[in-house]
């Protein structure tokens, strides 16, 4: 596979593949959030009373507004699954089987609620895959969201099919940020970690690029720095994608590509 340039904010980059997060690069992430924990905090104030939903607020860092660096953005949906479990817990006091039970009963009418073809596009997102697939560059994607919800929102971004690989919670038992997922997406590729860069939103993406060594573009408000993370941009419409170029022709970011996908 021929390697194509990217250019973000200044830098160039000669990349074979790009794997992106779903929700905060694809999608409006605080808008999605929002609603989940809305929906959820309902679920709870009818099951366990209004006080219980306003503890759960307080428990997600949702008081008055979501916090970007709590856990109703970066817990994994098996945390959050624990930590309803233990909302249920100090209600009632039941067994703790039975919590785990009722927490995952509970965030399921909750997902019923959220519709998922409502979901809004960043700004760019479209017309960046359309550009990835046009160049030929392997496209991955890799989300901490349920496989069911992920498709529903590629289908109403109408990206159902634009991508080589979709990772999902439901396909890997360990989640972000660990490796796991990102090794998935990556199965079968035989790349250097410097031939593939990950676009991500949050901590939990550039912690799980960084044990590979892949780079990071970081899509934010504010200058992200961290190791991994090589520029940050507002959004994908910064990532410019160029022409092919031969492998003789290469002159790649400087990295260390010790570990091996």
């Known amino acids: 596979m021929r390697k194509r340039r990217i250019r973000v904010d200044g830098l160039e980059l000669t990349v074979k593949g790009i794997v992106l997060d779903k929700d905060g690069v694809l999608v409006d992430q605080m808008a999605l959030a929002t609603a989940l924990h809305q929906a959820r905090r309902s679920v709870i104030a009818t099951a366990l009373g209004t006080p219980a939903a306003s503890r759960y607020d307080r428990l997600m860092g949702a008081e008055p507004f979501l916090d970007p660096h709590g856990p109703s953005i970066l817990a994994s949906l098996a945390q ?3 930590l309803l479990a233990g909302l249920w817990y100090q209600c009632r006091r039941d067994p703790w089987p039975e919590c785990l039970r009722q927490a995952a009963w509970l965030m ?3 997902d019923r609620l959220v519709d998922g073809a409502s ?3 960043l700004p760019g997102a479209q017309a960046f895959v359309a550009r990835v697939r046009a160049a030929g560059l392997f496209l991955g994607l890799v989300t901490g969201d349920h496989r069911a ?3 529903a929102h590629l289908r109403a971004l109408q990206l159902e099919t634009s991508f080589d690989a979709v990772v999902t919670a439901d396909d890997s038992v360990l989640q972000k940020p660990d490796s796991a997922p990102l090794r998935l997406v990556l199965h ?4 250097d970690p410097g031939d593939c860069v990950m676009v991500g939103d949050s901590c939990n993406d550039w912690t799980m690029a ?3 060594a892949i780079p990071v573009i970081a899509i934010g408000s504010e200058v992200i720095h961290h190791p991994a993370v090589i520029r940050t941009v507002p959004d994908l419409r910064s990532i ?3 022409g092919a170029i031969e492998e003789d022709q290469i002159v790649t970011h400087t990295r260390d590509a010790s570990t091996t996908l």
């Open 119 to 121: 979901v809004k596009a």
């Open 80 to 82: 959050a699954d624990v």
């Open 108 to 110: 399921a009418e909750a």
């Open 149 to 151: 919800r992920t498709m």
């Open 188 to 191: 079968g590729q035989s790349w």
């Open 210 to 212: 960084q044990t590979l």
């Open 240 to 242: 410019c994608v160029t």
